[in-house]
């Protein structure tokens, strides 16, 4: 299984952004996928998540309202669109996906693959 995320790059405070999550190796149906991001010096944090099959979201509150995550079954492909972007969403943001038939869940540890991390920096 391999994950490749990737559209991150350079925006500024209160632009959009769109990343891509996509995969390779596995069908993605029943499977949960999620966001996550990580500051220099901070812990990784978990953004949203998205269950395949019937398409539920979840969202952490510092996201609420300016993320949302979709998915595209056909191509194998998970998003994250990124609207009113501040200084603080600055970081690497990563995709993840959890075994087969598993919810979603906030905590990385649940996550059995990871991509390699896109770098978003929210700056003027």
């Known amino acids: 299984v391999q994950l490749q995320a990737f559209g991150g790059g350079l925006v500024q405070p209160g632009g959009s952004l769109r990343l891509s999550c996509a995969a390779s190796?596995?069908?993605?149906?029943?499977?949960?996928i999620g966001w996550f991001r990580q500051a220099p010096g901070k812990e990784r944090e978990w953004l949203s998540c998205?269950?395949?099959?019937?398409?539920?979201?979840v969202y952490a509150d510092s996201v609420k309202g300016r993320f949302t995550i979709s998915r595209d079954n056909a191509k194998n492909t998970v998003y994250l669109q990124m609207n009113s972007l501040k200084p603080e969403d600055t970081a690497v943001y990563y995709c993840?996906?959890?075994?087969?038939?598993?919810?979603?869940?906030?905590?990385?540890?649940?996550?059995?693959?990871w991509g390699q991390g896109t770098e978003v920096t929210v700056s003027s």
């Open positions: 993840a996906v959890r075994s087969r038939l598993y919810y979603c869940s906030d905590s990385p540890t649940k996550y059995s693959y």
């Open positions: 190796g596995v069908t993605l149906d029943y499977h949960a």
């Open positions: 998205i269950r395949m099959s019937e398409g539920s979201t």
